[in-house]
């Protein structure tokens, strides 16, 4: 996959590195990115973010129409509020003759009628719940041609799509064919599936601003209970959004039971199973449900975010197979990895991990859990998982 950048200063474009925007006017139809609510609702989106990239996934056959929707939204960016140091990014599919599977959309819930009953808030109060559920300082505004074309994208190469999972992302979708309009619900809720299930992401959105379905906005909310299993898509309109901005926002005060993979490592005195038994009638240890049985500063804290946080911890590992009980001997493979042979399986599974080692009460909990820093893990690691701290965590 080859690679162009392009880099601006609060949009600022430098004119010897704009070549992936060419000039032709009244060449993008007209789409949504012309009209106030659209740019409404990314002010909302984006609104703690910084740094924004503008990633433009190209493909050799849509490359000039993704040029010139691009140029249209800077154009239009241009005349918003948006104080960000802005960055593009262009990248190519490294086989774009690769032969094409149609995705099945048969697991996909969608939801356009519920959903609706989110109260809207103030704006701070719009912001502490953002600054719970991303990374707020890096934002990704993702162009490409259609869903398929991104898939692709994220089979070639992931962390190009999704190079930091706590991000906000903003996926947007050039396609202006009227008959993908009778799929573009399913597609749009299969992709956003995929960046939860596969990368963890779960502060994104989706749209379609120049198709039959361009007034739609989409979200994946991955902790809503259903009849077998969690997560549905909502579907808002631009206006609904506007109208109250919590909407496309993912609450993590309640996550309705989901299994959530995590990886404890044993340490005697801040995570271990086994009570001395002048302990086993202290009260505190009465009930180790949330924690499955650990005790210790990580046991106990662990238990306290599960029952307040409402997850059900599942364990990954067992002594004899340690790819989450891991054990003590943590200085062969530390820093380079976390996880000896078996790096996959650990970036995988494991969503939470506790050990006192990488206690730092420096920094609130709130950033530990998600504003971690990519060099905290080893590098080129897919899914960083999230430690926690001595800290009191308020929920």
């Avoid at 960055?87 to 995705?103: A, G, H, M, V, W």
């Avoid at 202290?282 to 049985?293: A, E, R």
């Amino acid at each position: 996959m080859t690679t162009t950048s392009f880099i601006l200063a609060l949009l600022l474009l430098h004119s010897n590195n704009a070549q992936i925007l060419l000039t032709k006017t009244n060449n993008t139809p007209e789409c949504t990115i012309h009209s106030s609510e659209f740019w409404r609702v990314c002010e909302t989106h984006f609104h703690l973010v910084h740094f924004l990239t503008i990633l433009v996934l190209q493909t050799e056959q849509h490359y000039f129409d993704l040029n010139y929707f691009t140029e249209d939204l800077l154009r239009e960016m241009n005349g918003h509020e948006f104080p960000v140091t802005l960055s593009i990014e262009e990248y190519f599919l490294s086989d774009p003759n690769e032969d094409q599977t149609r995705r099945n959309f048969d697991e996909s819930i969608i939801d356009e009628i519920g959903g609706h009953n989110i109260q809207p808030v103030e704006r701070e109060t719009l912001e502490k719940i953002k600054k719970l559920s991303s990374d707020s300082s890096k934002g990704y505004f993702i162009i490409v041609w259609d869903v398929a074309t991104l898939h692709r994208f994220l089979d070639d190469d992931y962390q190009i799509v999704i190079p930091d999972a706590r991000a906000t992302y903003s996926l947007h979708f050039v396609f202006t064919s009227s008959e993908s309009c009778k799929d573009v619900k399913y597609e749009l809720s299969d992709i956003l599936r995929r960046f939860w299930i596969d990368c963890n992401a779960v502060n994104v959105i989706a749209q379609t601003p120049c198709s039959c379905d361009s007034q739609n906005v989409y979200i994946y909310r991955p902790f809503v209970k259903t009849n077998s299993s969690w997560g549905i898509t909502n579907v808002y309109t631009l206006q609904e959004i506007n109208n109250n901005n919590r909407l496309i926002t993912n609450l993590l005060n309640n996550l309705n039971r989901v299994p959530l993979p995590i990886a404890v490592f044993p340490n005697y005195l801040t995570a271990f199973r086994d009570l001395p038994k002048l302990l086993d009638t202290n009260p505190i240890y009465k009930n180790l449900t949330y924690s499955k049985g650990f005790v210790g500063k990580d046991g106990m804290i662990l238990g306290t975010l599960a029952e307040s946080l409402n997850f059900d911890m599942v364990l990954i590992g067992n002594k004899e197979k340690n790819f989450g009980m891991m054990g003590f001997d943590l200085q062969k493979f530390l820093p380079n990895d976390l996880v000896p042979d078996k790096p996959d399986v650990y970036r995988m599974y494991n969503i939470l991990v506790l050990d006192e080692i990488f206690r730092k009460c420096s920094k609130s909990v709130v950033d530990h859990v998600f504003n971690i820093p990519r060099s905290t893990y080893s590098g080129g690691t897919k899914f960083w998982p999230i430690f926690l701290s001595d800290c009191v965590y308020d929920l």
